[in-house]
């Protein structure tokens, strides 16, 4: 059994690489039109070093402080290398915002796409937010904290992502309802707090580890205080 019948985190790691070589492949796919570098091979390693640099700086300093200077100082690269690869801030916080957008979109449409039941359909969109959560934490954590100071553009489609994610949980929900496999009054609410309880788990990581917790373990208890919400039994 495969993700997403197996909601396990090897199960989802196995259908989904987000991480290593093959996501700053996606990063160099996404970006290479408004790049100089086109040859893949010199590209991928740099960008590594550009996208986890702004990453450490932007969680020390903040995005909106960090200059291309102390991008250029913490890669090791030049400035003039830098501008080879971006032409400002803004293309970083926009190519960040498109690359956790993507994944988000296709997870969420795989799932949604193996007519699964109700129940089982909202087990794979949590448990799988979560995993994505996991692994690609920088990059959440970077679109929830340094929302503000992104382009208008850039904060509506990071805000997008955000109403999208209650959209799909109100949906399965409403058609759990309709089904008679759930009762709730209050479908949107509903949605929107367990969003939130899914932000925790990037938000909130020190609190997680102080307590060991473990990240199959905050997916069942979020998909299990849902199901109470929902007057489900997990049994069942």
């Known amino acids: 059994m495969s993700w997403p019948h197996d909601t396990s985190i090897e199960a989802f790691r196995n259908r989904w690489i987000l991480e290593g070589e093959p996501l700053w ?10 790049m100089q570098i086109k040859n893949a091979k010199v590209a991928i390693p740099n960008l590594e070093k550009i996208f986890t640099a702004t990453f450490k700086l932007s969680s020390s300093k903040g ?27 803004n293309d970083l916080a926009s190519v960040i915002e498109g690359v956790q957008r993507k994944y988000i979109e296709q997870v969420a449409d795989e799932i949604l796409e193996a007519k699964l039941e109700p129940k089982e359909c909202l ?16 990059w959440y954590y970077f679109c929830f904290m340094e929302l503000k100071g992104l382009s208008k553009e850039q904060q509506s489609f990071a805000l997008d992502n955000e109403l999208r994610s209650e959209e799909i949980l109100m949906s399965i929900i409403s058609e759990g309802i309709l089904e008679k496999q759930f009762i709730c009054e209050e479908p949107e609410l509903l949605a929107s707090q367990v969003v939130a309880q899914l ?27 849902l199901l109470k919400c929902l007057c489900v039994s997990e049994d069942t």
């Open 25 to 34: 492949e996606s990063v160099f796919e996404m970006h290479k039109d408004k």
């Open 63 to 89: 995005f909106q402080a960090m200059s291309l200077r102390d991008l250029s100082k913490e890669t090791g690269i030049s400035m003039g290398g830098l501008y080879s690869y971006i032409g400002s801030k």
């Open 123 to 138: 087990r794979g969109i949590i448990f799988g937010e979560i995993y994505m959560m996991e692994i690609l934490r920088s």
């Open 199 to 225: 932000q925790q788990w990037h938000l909130k990581q020190w609190k997680f580890k102080l307590r060991n917790v473990q990240t199959e373990d905050y997916a069942r208890y979020v998909f299990s205080s």
